[in-house]
Nanobody, 124 residues
């Protein structure tokens, strides 16, 4: 069992930056592959970034490539999402998720554990 708690969301002007954190608890929390997803009302939840348990493999959605960076500190059981050059269309609730496995996962149905989400709002 893994519990996930996101933090770091807020209101930022376009062009600004935010860093989201996801603290994982559980006996083997640092062995899970992690993903950051976002969702806006009326749309499906989408994966914006994912990282393997070792940090050696990553995935980025095209819409955030070169602007967002996912990283993890396994000693702290924490995954980060650094978001730069933010745009109004990045406004969403951001969720972190965890899955046990051997690769980077990008689909909602592949993930076993979810955090409660943190709101990110980008003003124009």
């Amino acid at each position: 069992q893994v519990q996930l708690v996101e933090s770091g969301g807020g209101l930022v002007q376009a062009g600004g930056s935010l860093r989201l954190s996801c603290a994982a608890s559980g006996r083997t929390a640092n062995s899970y592959n992690m993903g950051w997803f976002r969702q806006v009302p009326g749309k499906e939840r989408e994966c914006v970034a994912a990282v393997s348990w070792s940090g050696g493999s990553t995935y980025y959605a095209d819409s955030v490539k070169d602007r967002f960076t996912i990283s993890r500190d396994n000693a702290k059981n924490t995954v980060y999402l650094l978001m730069r050059s933010l745009r109004p269309e990045d406004t969403a609730v951001y969720y972190c998720a965890a899955v046990w496995g051997s690769r980077v996962y990008t689909e909602v149905h592949e993930y076993h554990y979810w955090g409660q989400g943190t709101q990110v709002t980008i003003s124009s």
